[in-house]
Each structure stands twice: as structure tokens, then as C-alpha cells.
């Protein structure tokens, strides 16, 4: 047999080691419970010291709307930390900033570009009604307790394509928000992008386009922009780069051209998958999965049970067959775990299948009772069900690097050996090499090391809930503004 890729295979120089103390990368148990003990002082304290009149001139200059519904402004220990403006002429009062350097001016855009979108949910796709996947900021509804799936808190039947709402919200409670341009490292455009993309994939060229030209003309009649050409602005664009890549007008071509205006192309855009040639456009995120966490307290909880779940499968795939070549990688996942007494897997006949209201349930318990999840590429090099592997414990086998080590670069560890298995594809599909075999053959301890990995990076690659006012883990949403902070200080600098 030959060897897979499982050794350094792949390092990318780019990545930053993920700081293990303040990152939230290292959960070991003894942390989870004096996190645990900590939010319930920080609850107490909040009872104590309720919320005063100071807090409510400092709230976030976003428009508010019925959807979602707003809640009381945070406790005043948070909004005063965040809220409170330096004097230049104090030095202590600087130093006391903890929002230097992190100040995001969040745009009041008129509602052609976020709300009247979700408010026609019911056309957003063709085949399916989005209303139900809208409520709860974009989580859509919760989930029960299905199986024993979901115990605790914080699930919800999530789309993957609803980053764009997610985000929006999750920047309504962030901490460092500033009602002055001047003064912010970072301009937040709380566009539904992705939204407005994906509802005219079917129609012609300039449909598609329309909404993103007006808000690129929107945008460079502002002050706001002039400031730096927008090369401080950054919004979300909660699909892959390639549905926005169009590169002519022939109806016939895919996507639409957002991320090909001049405009845009100067801003940062967070998508689910990069574009290769254009990297510094763009800024991958994990997709969202069913785990809405509020507190470190519920990531801690359920990382407890990833850790105790018996794990009957050694590997399992869940997704569609596609029709079309049997030399692929993934048609030899259906014939070799279809082979195999220790594979589980959950068979989508179609797209409908994989998105009924039973999947997410089947789905987690399928992936939480398997040590290996496989996750080839489909239409594009990334999935969805990546970050649902990673969250129910199972250690990612994928068969191209593409699929995620260049991809989230900054939300990963720059070691994928650490926490996943690389198999190439041409071995699977040009050298007849069995998955069993190779992932049979990797040590138990070296499986356990696996998995302890993945565990910890669960709180890096969730949403927290984005009502929450007492988020105190970091998510995939602190990270991903960490790194649009870092790019644009460095744009900054290179003026
Ligand atoms: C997009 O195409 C659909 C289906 O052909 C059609 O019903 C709809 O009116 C079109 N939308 C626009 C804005 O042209
Ligand atoms: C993009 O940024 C450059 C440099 O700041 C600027 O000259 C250019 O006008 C900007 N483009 C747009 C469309 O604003
Ligand atoms: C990258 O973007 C520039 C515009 O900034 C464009 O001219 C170029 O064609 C793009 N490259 C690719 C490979 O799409
Ligand atoms: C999906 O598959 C089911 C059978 O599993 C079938 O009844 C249904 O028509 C299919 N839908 C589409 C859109 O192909
Ligand atoms: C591929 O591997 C399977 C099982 O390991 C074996 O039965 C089969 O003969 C092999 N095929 C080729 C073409 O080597």
C-alpha cells in the first residue's frame, strides 16, 4: 500500500501560531469549570449592578429593525469597558483603552441592502422557502432534543448560507463599537451580500448585479469611504468567492461579479472559501453549524460530551452521490464505505434530503459516534460538513488541502497533522489506496491526540449565539474581525 500524506506535509508559513492562553485553543477541563464558575459570579455581579442610564447613549449606531428583535443593552461592566472614550491628554486613561486599535464604525444602510432582503425570505431560493432558517439572528429555529443529539443549550437548525445575518448581529453586541469614522481601525458594511447573491444564481446577468452596483455607488459617494478607498471596509459575503466571480455577461456564466468591482475588490470580504487568485479581497470563515453557544459555559458542556461519546464507526461520510464519473473521490466513498462493516454513513438522495428537518440530528449522531469523517470536495473544494465533523469530535479526513489548511488560515492551527488526515485524492482514485486501511492504521494515541485537538478548536470555529450579551469565549466572529484588525492596520501602515 502506499503511504498516505499524514506526516508535515503541508505547512503554511502564513498562519499564525493561535495564542493557546487568551485564544481559547487550550479548554482543558479544569478551565472549563473556572469558566463555568466565573460566568456565574459574572451573573451575579451583573444582578448586583444592573444596568444604568449611562450605558444607553453608547449603544451601536446600527439600525435597529423588527428582525431580529432587540434586547436590553449590555450590563454597564461590558459597555463601559468598551464604550468609554480616551482622552489624548490622559496617558492612563490610553493605556486603559482596551479598544484601541479595534474601534469598528458600522455603517445605517438604507434597507434594500439587509432587511427588505430577509423580509422576501420566501423567494431567496428557488426550490425552498428561507423564512424558517431567518428568526433568531439568522440561526433560524431552535432544535428539540432529537435523539439526544443536541443535550443542553444553544442548537438551532442553521443554515449554511447565513453568515451574512449571523454576522450582522453578532457586530451589534461588539464591544468596541464607535459611532465616529474618525476614530475606527475598521468600517463594518451590513450588507446582505451573500443573501442578495444567492436569490438570482437563475436569472439574467444584470438582475444578479443590480443590487451590488447600487451599493458600491452607495458606498463611494461617502466620507467614510474617501478615507481610505475602502480599504478599511469589510463586509460579509457568506457563500464561496466562486458564486461571486462571474467574470463576463453571458447568462450562461456562474455567479455574480461582486467580488470583481474595483469597490469591492479594495474592501475585504468574509466568504465560506477563498478566492486563490485574489486573497487579499477576501477572508475565509468557518460556515455555520447547528451550535449556537451563549457562554464558554455551554462550549465547555458540550465539549464534555464530544469527549465521552462512544465512537462505534472508525469512519463515516454523510453528503450526496453526484452523478457523473466513477473515478472520483468520492464515488470510491460510496463504493469503499459502502464496503466496509466500520463505516457509517447518512445518504442523501438529493439536495432536499440533506436539508429535511431530521438531517441535523442524523447527521451529529452519525458524526459523534465516528472517529473519521471524510470530507471530499464537491462542487468546491470546501463543505459545510468540515465544521460539523469538527464540532461533534470526529477528526477530518480530507483529500485535498485546498478544502481547508489554505483556507482558514487564520482560524486553524498551522499544523493540520495535529488535528486532521490528509489522504490526496490521486491515491484514493489513481493508486487504489483504501481509506480503512490507512485510517486503521494510525495509532490509538495518536487518534486520542487527534481528537483532543479537534475538540479544543471547537469554540474557534462556532458562532456564538449573536444575542448573546455575555459571549465571553473567543468565536469564529472575534477571530475572523482579529483578522480584517490586523489586515487593514497593515494597509494603514503600507500608506
Ligand atoms: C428571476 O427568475 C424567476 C424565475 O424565472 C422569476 O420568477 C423572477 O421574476 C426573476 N426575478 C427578477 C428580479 O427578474
Ligand atoms: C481603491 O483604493 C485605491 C487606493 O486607496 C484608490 O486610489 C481607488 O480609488 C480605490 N477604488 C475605488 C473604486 O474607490
Ligand atoms: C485579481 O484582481 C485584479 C483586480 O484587482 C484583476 O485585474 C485580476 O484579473 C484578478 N486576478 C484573477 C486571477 O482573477
Ligand atoms: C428527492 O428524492 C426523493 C426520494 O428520496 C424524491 O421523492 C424527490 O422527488 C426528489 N426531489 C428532487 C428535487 O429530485
Ligand atoms: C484495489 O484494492 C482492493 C482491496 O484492497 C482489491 O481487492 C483490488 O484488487 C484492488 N484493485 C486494483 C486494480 O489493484
Known sequence: MKPTTLGPTFQN??????????????????????????????????????????????????????????????????????????????????????????YIYVYDLPPRFNDDIVRGCR????????????????MGRPLGAEGGAFPGPGW????????????????????????????????????????????????????RDALALDLVAWLSRRPEWRAMGGRDHFLAAGRTAWDFLR?????????TKLLRLPAVRNMTALVLEIDPWNQSTTLAVPYPTYFHPA??????????????AERRWLFSFAGAARPGSKKTVRAEIFQQCGASSRCGMFRCTNASDCESPAAPGAVMRLF???????????????????????LAGCIPVFFHPDSAYTQYTAHLPPDPESWSVLIMHTDVTGRNVSIEETLSKIPPA?????????????????YADPRSTRVDFKDAFDIAVEAVLDR????????
Open 156 to 207: 438551532y437548525a442553521t443554515d449554511q448560507f447565513m453568515l451574512d445575518v449571523i454576522v450582522r448581529c453578532r457586530m451589534r453586541r461588539y464591544e468596541c463599537l464607535t459611532r465616529d469614522p474618525a476614530r475606527a481601525a475598521a468600517v463594518f458594511v451590513p450588507a446582505y451580500t451573500s443573501l442578495d447573491g444567492g436569490r438570482y444564481l437563475w436569472n439574467g446577468t444584470a438582475t
Open 123 to 138: 423567494a431567496l431560493r428557488p426550490w425552498m422557502d428561507m423564512c424558517p432558517y431567518m428568526p433568531n439572528c439568522g
Open 295 to 308: 457562554t464558554a459555559a455551554d462550549v465547555c458542556a458540550w465539549q464534555e460530551k464530544a469527549r465521552a
Open 368 to 390: 459523534g459516534s465516528s472517529s473519521f469523517c471524510l470530507q471530499p470536495r464537491g462542487d468546491t473544494p470546501t463543505r459545510r460538513s468540515t465544521f460539523d465533523a469538527v
Open 13 to 102: 508559513p502564513a498562519a499564525d501560531k493561535p495564542d493557546a492562553t487568551a485564544g481559547g485553543v487550550l479548554w482543558p477541563s479544569r478551565v472549563c469549570y473556572l469558566v463555568a464558575l466565573a460566568t456565574t459570579l459574572w451573573a451575579v455581579a451583573s444582578i448586583l449592578f444592573p444596568p444604568t442610564p449611562f450605558s444607553l447613549p453608547l449603544l451601536p449606531s446600527v439600525t435597529v429593525t423588527q428582525h431580529p428583535p432587540r434586547e436590553p443593552p449590555p450590563p454597564p461592566v461590558l459597555a463601559g469597558q468598551a464604550m468609554q472614550a480616551p482622552s489624548p491628554k490622559s496617558n492612563r486613561a490610553v493605556t486603559a483603552d482596551r479598544c484601541a486599535g479595534r
Open 488 to 495: 487593514v492596520a497593515k494597509r494603514r501602515q503600507g500608506d
Open 446 to 462: 495518536a487518534v486520542k491526540g487527534m481528537r483532543e485537538e479537534v475538540i479544543r478548536l471547537i469554540p474557534r470555529l462556532v
Open 247 to 255: 467574470k463576463t455577461d453571458d447568462g450562461g456564466d456562474w455567479g
